[in-house]
Nanobody, 126 residues
Framework: QLQLVESGGGLVQPGGSLRLSCVASGFTVDYYAIGWFRQAPGKEREGVSCISSSGSSTKYADSVKGRFTISRDNAKNTVYLQMNSLKPEDTAVYYC???????????????????WGQGTQVTVSS
């Protein structure tokens, strides 16, 4: 069964950090660009970050630049999202998704992606 599984979410105070993981099973992520998305209650799902299949190219939404870092370990079939200096407005369900091209071009478009995880909740609150 082809699937992505996110983990690492939780409750954190403003200014804190979390690292999300996205593990693929049933396929190898080596040839896939991986995107991270988030969806807050009552809002549309938005693209947060993307990493190309080789890891040589990354993209970030303006709202997270300088605070979030995406990385991948193809040997572990895993992509990470390190989130620092978290703000209450980062509260959302975070999803990873795999797209069967090497590039992050147009990464914010959800229809590009072939596989999605079930999401992990991130809550930033004091």
């Amino acid at each position: 069964q082809l699937q992505l599984v996110e983990s690492g979410g939780g409750l954190v105070q403003p200014g804190g950090s979390l690292r999300l993981s996205c593990v693929a099973s049933g396929f190898t992520v080596d040839y896939y660009a991986i995107g991270w998305f988030r969806q807050a209650p009552g809002k549309e799902r938005e693209g947060v970050s993307c990493i190309s299949s080789s890891g040589s190219s990354t993209k970030y939404a303006d709202s997270v630049k300088g605070r979030f870092t995406i990385s991948r370990d193809n040997a572990k079939n895993t992509v990470y999202l390190q989130m620092n200096s978290l703000k209450p407005e980062d509260t959302a369900v975070y999803y990873c998704a795999a797209h069967s091209t090497s590039s992050c071009s147009g990464y914010v478009s959800t229809v590009r992606y072939d596989y999605w995880g079930q999401g992990t909740q991130v809550t930033v609150s004091s």
